[in-house]
Every structure is written in structure tokens, then in C-alpha cells.
């Protein structure tokens, strides 16, 4: 079975500081594994997403996550924070199986807030 | 193209009365699905599609129901709406299913009283 948990709930940076957020993933199949954000009141938007290419996967804005299997982690990062990076972002691995159905699993989210 | 669009954005109900919510898409997507988002729960998968005419159970279907009768129309419907089912419902698709970007629409939040 699959599962994700994003280790932090909340996470609080100045401005222009890294930005740091962590996920674990559990999968029995080589999973897809993808990062969204949602902005208040809006709806999810993909920043990035590992399929099983290149292991530091770029994203919009700036950000960029690498695939550890070792580790089974999968965070994202970002060098230097903007104001308009704060929002919720959800750690999300595909439900991959012989189906196919493309079922995602959603981590409970990190809030990050971006201190001016 | 406008994407994933939801009907309506908000609605509040009183508790046993029934409605349908409404996504649609006009990317073409095969996979289509429904979530429900409940504060420190991430969201969690009520019904899915995987193409015109089929419908399959996610995480969380009780107390809903789907049709696809159209491939750019997924419907989520209560038939008897209650307390616990308030929350923000967000429909998404996708080309392909697993390996593919899910796009989302805007959301609908729906209160039941």
C-alpha cells in the first residue's frame, strides 16, 4: 500500500531564506511522486513531479525536490522565499498499481508562512 | 480553455436535503475525480472516473454518488445530505491516470447545517 507523510504541519521562514519542506513516501511499486500548491481560497496547482527520470526534479518558482528511494523521501526546496510562496503545499504519491487508475494520496499538507 | 470549472462555488444545506455538484472539463482527459478537503486531512478521494460511462469507489464514498454520462461532465451527488459531509469539494482530471498531472477546478464549499 501506499502512503505519504509531510513531517512538518507548519513551517516559518523570513524572506529570502531557503525553504525546506519534508516528505516521506511508503510505496510497494516505483511511485510517481508529485508536489502541489494551493493558494487560499484556490483551487491545487503542480509544481513538480518525479516519474522515475532524473532524480532532482525542477519545478515552477524556483522549486525543486529530490527522489531519495534510499531514504524514501522526497522534499522540496526552494533557495531563497518569496511572500507570494505562502500557501499550503500538499506532498502527494500516485496509488500506482496494475490498474492503473490513477489514484493519488495526499500527505496532510505543510502550511509555510513567509515572515517579511 | 477554461480548464476544470465546479457548479456552484458555495451552497449551504439543511441536514437530509439532496444536490449535485457539477464538474466539467474540456481537455479531454479520460481520468476524472472527486475529493473532499477537510482541515488536517490532505485530501481524501471520494469517486473516480477512468472514462466515459465508468464510475469506481476512492477512500470516502459513503454517502455519495457519480455519474459520467458525458466525458467532460462528472457529477457528485447527496442524496441526503449531513453535517459530517461539510467540507470543500474539489474535482480534478487527467489524460492518462497515474503518472499524469491531475488538474483541479476552483473548489466548492459546502456547508450542511
Known amino acids: 500500500a501506499q502512503s505519504v507523510t509531510q513531517l512538518d504541519s507548519h513551517v516559518s521562514v523570513s524572506e529570502g531564506t531557503p525553504v525546506l519542506l519534508r516528505c516521506n513516501y511508503s510505496?510497494?511499486?516505483?511511485?510517481?511522486l508529485f508536489w502541489y500548491v494551493q493558494h487560499p481560497n484556490k483551487g491545487l496547482q503542480l509544481l513538480l513531479k518525479?516519474?522515475?527520470?532524473?532524480?532532482l526534479v525542477k519545478g515552477i518558482n524556483g522549486f525543486e525536490a529530490e527522489f531519495k528511494k534510499s531514504e524514501t523521501s522526497f522534499h522540496l526546496t526552494k533557495p531563497s522565499a518569496h511572500m507570494s510562496d505562502a500557501a499550503e503545499y500538499f506532498c502527494?504519491?500516485?496509488?500506482?498499481?496494475?490498474?492503473?487508475?490513477?489514484?493519488?494520496?495526499f500527505g496532510q499538507g505543510t502550511t509555510l508562512q513567509v515572515k517579511p | 480553455n477554461a480548464g476544470v470549472t465546479q457548479t456552484p462555488k458555495f451552497r449551504v444545506l439543511k441536514t437530509g436535503q439532496s444536490m449535485t455538484l457539477l464538474c466539467a472539463q474540456d481537455m479531454n482527459h479520460e481520468y476524472m475525480y472527486w475529493y473532499r478537503q477537510d482541515p488536517g486531512m490532505g485530501l481524501r478521494l471520494i469517486h473516480y472516473?477512468?472514462?466515459?460511462?465508468?464510475?469506481a469507489k476512492g477512500e470516502v464514498p459513503d454517502g455519495y454518488n457519480v455519474s459520467r454520462l458525458k466525458k467532460q461532465n462528472f457529477l457528485l451527488g447527496l442524496e441526503s445530505a449531513a453535517p459530517s459531509q461539510t467540507s470543500v469539494y474539489f474535482c480534478a482530471s487527467s489524460p492518462q491516470g497515474a503518472v499524469d498531472e491531475q488538474f483541479f477546478g476552483p473548489g466548492t464549499r459546502l456547508t450542511v447545517l
Open positions: 502527494v504519491v500516485s496509488g500506482l498499481s496494475s490498474s492503473n487508475t490513477g489514484k493519488l494520496i
Open positions: 510505496s510497494s511499486y516505483s511511485p510517481s
Open positions: 518525479y516519474t522515475s527520470a532524473a532524480t
Open positions: 472516473s477512468v472514462g466515459e460511462g465508468t464510475t
